[in-house]
């Protein structure tokens, strides 16, 4: 079946909602206007209850079927990017430095949609916790709603998330019934010598060489102590040192993003690297200082919420156009907090043509909002069938 006729029928409402949440971008979790918005929208919906205040600016509002049954949370995150935006569009962002460059306007007019057609129709058992998060991108507030209580307090059965997907075509669907984000870590080297002139280097302690050394050999960790079937991934990102051609620098620094899937290639990986970085600033006679801070665990699927959401996706959106097995990716995602917490399941929405994610000239198509929405409402009446 396409769009709900009822979706479709307000979907020019959702294309306004996303376009004023476009201008306004928040960041982290200081997401106040984006929050008092969407607490205004439902309270005209008529939904029956809206908890505000969670992770700061997360919101889980909810509504009640038509009798008794379980409790289905549905999220969508807030927060947006610190970049300048490029689109020249009508509704580009009006805060210099920030924009919504990963969507997360579309995902927040998808649940409003979903929210809308469900407190008018309410054709359900049970109730359904709309969960609108902060700090997805930095900080972690899936992390932090789970950690006040989230689950608990609404008695949360399952939770399912939807991320949209530019150049993937519009409407078609992604999942898996396993590991579908990796976990990530960063790593921030920092290495002190001694500095002095570029002409005398035999006086210095020049830590250059050795932050070359510690870059090339990390990529050893992929190549030749992680299993070759074991996905993982270490880029370097970032490399600074020095202030001018002849100066030896007193100090460099890098920093490296590390994904992987399983809590042994994460162990390994932080340890195969305060072993290289202690080792080459032994060698080169620096100073090593080493920050590694474990961030998001992999986002893991259930394998039966993930069948059953295919199934919702194959009904709107057609056989042919949803892959319910398809590879794991390098990316991460806070809503794995919210999968270690309860059974369900993530999948991925294509937009159609368009920039990157977290590209300065990305922009949602509004056109995918009533397909996520309505994506969302029937996943509700499917699971929680009324009557």
């Known amino acids: 079946m396409p769009v709900l006729n009822r979706i479709a029928d307000f979907a020019p409402e959702m294309t306004a909602w996303r376009r004023h949440l476009h201008e306004r971008p928040e960041l982290e979790f200081d997401c106040s206007e984006?929050?008092?918005?969407?607490?205004?929208?439902?309270?005209?919906?008529?939904?029956?209850?809206?908890?505000?205040?969670?992770?700061?600016?997360?919101?889980?509002?909810v509504i009640e079927g038509r009798g008794p049954g379980r409790t289905i949370g549905l999220r969508a995150d807030m927060d947006a990017l610190p970049l300048d935006e490029v689109t020249g569009a009508d509704w580009a962002s009006k805060v210099p430095g920030r924009m919504h460059a990963c969507g997360h306007d579309g995902h927040v007019t998808m649940l409003l949609g979903a929210a809308k057609y469900l407190a008018e129709t309410r054709n359900f058992s049970g109730r359904v916790a709309l969960i609108f998060q902060p700090a997805e991108e930095e900080g972690g507030g899936g992390e932090v709603m789970v950690r006040e209580g989230m689950m608990e307090r609404f008695e949360i059965d399952e939770v399912y998330g939807i991320h949209n997907v530019p150049n993937l075509p519009l409407g078609h669907f992604y999942t898996n019934p396993g590991p579908l984000l990796?976990?990530?870590?960063?790593?921030?080297?920092?290495?002190?010598?001694?500095?002095?002139?570029?002409?005398?280097?035999?006086?210095?302690?020049?830590?250059?060489?050795?932050?070359?050394?510690?870059?090339?050999?990390?990529?050893?960790?992929?190549?030749?102590?992680?299993?070759?079937?074991?996905?993982?991934?270490?880029?370097?990102t970032?490399?600074?040192?020095?202030?001018?051609?002849?100066?030896?620098p007193e100090t460099a620094m890098l920093t490296a993003t590390i994904r992987s899937f399983t809590p042994e290639v994460r162990d390994l990986a932080e340890k195969r690297l305060r072993e290289i970085v202690e080792g080459h600033a032994a060698a080169y006679g620096v100073r090593a200082e080493i920050d590694y801070e474990r961030g998001y665990p992999p986002t893991v699927n259930h394998p039966g919420p993930a069948a059953f959401?295919?199934?919702?996706?194959?009904?709107?959106?057609?056989?042919?156009?949803?892959?319910?097995?398809?590879?794991?990716?390098?990316?991460?995602?806070?809503?794995?907090?919210?999968?270690?917490?309860?059974?369900?399941?993530?999948?991925?929405?294509?937009?159609?043509?368009?920039?990157?994610?977290?590209?300065?000239?990305?922009?949602?198509?509004d056109e995918a909002a009533p397909m996520g929405a309505t994506f969302f409402a029937r996943l509700v009446e499917r699971a929680l069938p009324a009557g």
């Open 34 to 61: 984006t929050a008092a918005f969407i607490s205004e929208r439902l309270r005209d919906f008529g939904v029956d209850a809206i908890h505000e205040g969670i992770a700061k600016t997360g919101i889980v509002a």
């Open 182 to 236: 990796a976990a990530v870590d960063t790593a921030t080297v920092r290495l002190t010598g001694k500095g002095g002139h570029g002409a005398t280097p035999h006086e210095t302690v020049d830590p250059i060489p050795a932050l070359i050394g510690i870059a090339g050999a990390l990529q050893t960790i992929v190549s030749r102590n992680v299993h070759a079937l074991d996905q993982f991934v270490l880029s370097v």
């Open 238 to 248: 970032q490399v600074h040192s020095g202030t001018a051609s002849n100066i030896v």
């Open 309 to 365: 959401a295919a199934e919702v996706a194959r009904e709107v959106a057609g056989a042919a156009a949803v892959d319910a097995e398809s590879d794991r990716e390098m990316g991460a995602e806070d809503f794995a907090y919210m999968l270690e917490a309860r059974p369900g399941a993530y999948l991925f929405l294509g937009t159609g043509p368009g920039a990157g994610l977290h590209h300065p000239a990305f922009d949602f198509n």
